[in-house]
């Protein structure tokens, strides 16, 4: 790959890489040329990342990781600019669902939402920006959800801590682009993943679904990669700030 798509030669982190968007979006940016780092909790779904990369002719680093945890945030970007020497890149996938009505929701549920989705957020941020930062350059990508820019009943931990990320988006877009680093989000809508595979075996739910999109189907994780190397590439350098909503049009119904 050449052009502004290449990341030869770049550093990039993604969190919540051991399967589903995140394991897409680490392939689609190890194929354009960027060594990655993967982190997840999961130790043998990043080791099998990192066979298949490797195989193919890249550079990967599995990098288990409790992203709501301040420590081993901190220890898996010591270690991955231990190992590559710097960083250049983060995408902020880590994240979880949980659908229960709110007045019979634990408060220990709601914690463990947003403590991954948002806290998780803000501690690889603020982790990997003093790079960024030092550098004088960066790429972040936050992974939202269309979610947050809609009421959908069952899912107010979850919607909350997106439009959260959305909100944290345009605050450190503001914060860090007199130093030469973009930070944009991407919210996708509804995407054929391992997370929604029971939705997805259930003819009827899948069908209710898909009626609430008016593209008449769920998206595919290789759909969020032309998006991903734009804001991840050199011709996002006067972008920053912006929500990408890659739904197939049912936030707009």
């Known amino acids: 790959m050449t052009g502004k798509e290449s990341l030869d ?15 897409s979006m680490a392939l689609a940016l190890a194929r354009a040329g960027a060594r990655v ?17 490797e195989r193919a002719g890249g550079k990967a680093f599995a990098c288990p990781t409790d992203i709501t945890d301040e420590d081993s945030v901190e220890r898996m970007v010591r ?12 995408v902020n996938n880590s994240g979880i669902v949980a659908s229960t009505p709110l007045v019979d929701q634990p408060a220990e549920e709601w914690d463990r939402v947003i403590a991954t989705n948002l806290r998780g957020t803000y501690l690889a941020t603020r982790a990997v920006g003093r790079h960024l930062l030092a550098q004088g350059s960066g ?22 801590s997106k439009a959260g990320v ?28 391992p997370l929604n595979a029971g939705l997805r075996a259930d003819a009827n739910t899948l069908a209710k679904v898909v009626r609430a999109i008016p593209a008449r189907r769920m998206g595919e994780p290789d ?9 991840t590439g050199r011709a996002s350098d006067f972008m920053t700030g912006e929500v ?7 936030s707009v119904r």
């Open 139 to 160: 790429k972040v990508v936050n992974i939202a959800s269309n979610f947050a820019l809609q009421g959908v009943a069952g899912h107010a931990a979850y919607s909350a």
């Open 223 to 231: 759909e969020l990669r032309p998006w991903l190397l734009l804001l």
């Open 37 to 53: 780092a993967v982190a997840a909790r999961t130790a043998a779904e990043l080791d099998a990342f990192v066979e298949e990369t």
């Open 166 to 193: 959305i909100a944290f988006t345009r605050s450190m877009a503001i914060e860090w682009a007199p130093h030469g680093v973009q930070v944009n989000a991407i919210a996708p809508g509804y995407f054929a993943t």
């Open 244 to 250: 990408i909503v890659i739904d197939g049009g049912q």
């Open 79 to 90: 270690a991955v600019t231990g190992r590559f020497g710097r960083v250049d890149i983060l």
């Open 9 to 23: 030669g770049k550093v990039a982190i993604v969190t919540g890489a051991g399967r589903g968007l995140g394991r």
